[in-house]
């Protein structure tokens, strides 16, 4: 497989930090029963390698634990539905590619489009720094 | 009466103890306001947000608890003419409440102190912060001469000013820019920056000259004991260095 791929890695024990977003998010008055937050990595492949993706991300310990992460092969590189990326907008410091938000509704459904955008727009988002990135 | 200073201790912050000291042995009348008191907050006349790591810095440095129940105060208190000052984690905190440079509305940031450049590192490095603008400008600075050299500790790995273009030009054009960093002999250069700021940046102060927003630490060059240059007297526990900033900012509070 060929082009840029995509890879989630988020924590199988518990995820403080989408907890408290969570919290906050509903403390702003955003609706949301539950939020998973993952770091997406990116990366341009040519077909040619002879292990999987994951195979290799799984053997980085500096992007994944296996005592503590989960990885996911997206199969596009683009945000899930409900989901929301931040990107950084000066990419050129390092770090994964986006950090991922998938915001769940009362009945586990995925979050709507509108909010996500009032989750990005009171918290997850600092527009002078990031972006967001919705998907389609 | 005296005029009384709260330092919020927000989940994380861990640099409350020498906020306080410093503004006592300053002439202050400082202490300290837990989380679970954020009521008592209304009661102060000042505040200063110490440093640390707010919430774990959880979403991004300040970003929760810039929605903290004890910055509903502080946005208060500065909307009525009030004097914050924001060190390092509370600059952060200052920024992403919207409360400085101000010129997106409150929790609105335009800016931020963000992932330092060009290495994502953190910085432990002894700085100069050169007052960039007329002292009267800032309530907090009224006490320091033109161009004053305050130094203090810069210790951030997100202590970076970022904005798009627009927005960095409206810092300026809007006299925001408080502090650059500076060499001890005071000239001002890259070779000075420790972390890829953008202007140079070591502070930013609002529209209205009531809150201030630094990155280095200078409580941590604040008595003799601790600072490089240890000309300044021989009594230990005087304060000295970049206690002439806390000095300023008591003078403001109580005058």
Known sequence: MSGTRAVAVSLKIPDNAAYTALVALRRLGVSAERVERSEIWTFEEDGGAAESLEARVEADETIFNPNKHRLTLLDQAAPRAGEVWIRRRDATTGGPAAVAWRLFGARGEPAGREVLAAAVERLLCNPAIETAIYSA | ?255
């Open chain 2, 1 to 255: 009466m005296t005029k009384r200073i709260g330092v919020p201790v927000f989940p994380g912050t861990n640099s409350e103890d020498e906020t306080v000291r410093l503004l006592n042995d300053c002439g202050g009348d400082a202490e300290l306001v837990h989380w679970s008191q954020a009521q008592r907050l209304a009661g102060y006349d000042a505040y200063v947000l110490s440093g640390g790591f707010a919430y774990e810095d959880r979403i991004r440095a300040g970003a929760i608890a810039a929605h903290d129940r004890m910055m509903d105060f502080v946005i208060e208190g500065a909307a009525r003419g009030k004097l914050v000052l924001g060190i390092c984690n509370g600059a952060q905190i200052l920024l992403e409440a919207g409360l400085v440079p101000g010129t997106g509305g409150v929790r609105k940031p335009t800016a931020a102190f963000t992932r330092n450049a060009p290495e994502p590192h953190f910085v432990c490095r002894h700085v100069y912060m050169k007052l960039a603008m007329d002292p009267s400008r800032c309530a907090i600075t009224r006490a320091l001469e033109p161009g004053a050299l305050v130094p203090a500790w810069a210790a951030n790995a997100e202590g970076r000013l970022a904005a798009d273009d627009a927005h960095l030009r409206e810092i300026v054009a809007g006299e925001h820019l408080a502090f650059v960093y500076a060499a001890a002999d005071g000239s001002v250069d890259d070779a000075a920056v420790p972390n890829g700021s953008a202007l140079r940046c070591a502070g930013l102060v609002n529209r209205t000259g009531n809150v201030l927003a630094i990155m280095p630490h200078p409580e941590r060059d604040g008595w003799n004991f601790n600072h490089l240059d240890r000309s300044a007297g021989t009594d230990v526990l005087e304060p000295s260095g970049g206690a002439v900033l806390f000095r300023s900012f008591v003078a403001a509070v109580s005058s």
